[in-house]
């Protein structure tokens, strides 16, 4: 007797009804309705053009009847989860239902301070900011590069530039760097020579052969063209690119205040630890 009572407790269909009336029993005593409320399930007209609303999306046609019932009755189990899932306490102490409900928050405070600036607004934004918004300075300059073995020869070089060579761009020990830059960017120049060099080279009067000035790649004689200061566009040419702005620090003042004030309805308290208890 007591062999068959062993046998039958190894049954694996055994061990699937027993934890299956254990989940029952949790689920009744636990996760029993806490309020009359609880136990009431109302799929209503607006929740099921939701429901037809995102299978359109997808599927790009309407759900066949069939279909519309299977929407309401997975929409009524994810109901009947979730509310089991709350009632056993399945949301705390869990990192990914707290980051995914902080991110909700964050959403709708996005809805929340979502607004239309002003003209006035956005050309006090652009006046209070105008280096967010100032077009980078530019330059032509052409130069001749040397090696830093020919730094004891720069002066000579730069003597016979200024003496008015007919090319001068064959003075250069290497081709590899253009001759002739025309209308470029400072921060292109910066990109390509470095902060030092291009810092040196906008400070330098146009129209004469000066140098040698230091870059990554060598030495380099250069003569500068022109140079044309940034501006700060007029609001009317740069518009959209301010509006943007001005929407990024308005949404995130305006959501800071709003969190500020939320957590001023909390006491929050710290406790000390120790770095040598890592």
Do not use: C
Not at 53 to 58: D, E, H
Not at 61 to 68: F, G, Q, S
Not at 82 to 101: F, H, M, P, Q, T
């Amino acid at each position: 007797m007591f062999d068959s009572i062993r046998t039958v407790m190894r049954e694996p269909l055994l061990h699937f009804l027993l934890g299956g009336a254990g989940l029952f029993l949790l689920f009744n005593f636990v996760a029993a309705p806490q309020t009359s409320g609880d136990d009431q399930i109302d799929v209503t007209s607006g929740q099921i053009e939701h429901l037809v609303t995102l299978f359109v999306k997808t599927r790009q046609r309407v759900p066949t009847d069939v279909e519309l019932r299977g929407l309401v009755d997975n929409y009524v189990l994810e109901e009947v989860l979730y509310r089991e899932a709350l009632a056993i306490g399945l949301d705390k102490d869990d990192s990914i239902v707290r980051r995914r409900l902080r991110q909700k928050i964050e959403f709708l405070l996005d809805d929340f301070t979502l607004v239309e600036p002003a003209d006035a607004d956005l050309q006090q934004f652009l006046d209070n900011n105008p280096d967010r918004f100032r077009l980078d300075d530019r330059i032509s300059f052409a130069q001749v590069y040397l090696q830093e073995e020919s730094r004891a020869d720069a002066e000579s070089t730069l003597a016979m530039l200024r003496s008015g060579v007919s090319d001068p761009s064959q003075l250069s020990d290497s081709h590899l760097i253009a001759y002739q830059f025309d209308d470029v960017a400072e921060a292109v120049i910066s990109a390509q020579f470095g902060d030092s060099f291009t810092t040196a080279l906008f400070e330098l009067e146009t129209g004469q052969w000066t140098g040698p000035i230091d870059s990554p790649f060598g030495l380099h004689l250069v003569r500068i063209e022109q140079i044309v200061i940034g501006v700060v566009p007029a609001l009317a040419d740069i518009r959209e690119v301010v509006e943007r702005e001005w929407l990024v620090d308005f949404r995130t003042s305006a959501q800071q205040a709003i969190i500020e004030q939320m957590k001023s309805k909390y006491t929050v308290t710290v406790e000390p630890y120790e770095a040598a208890n890592r």
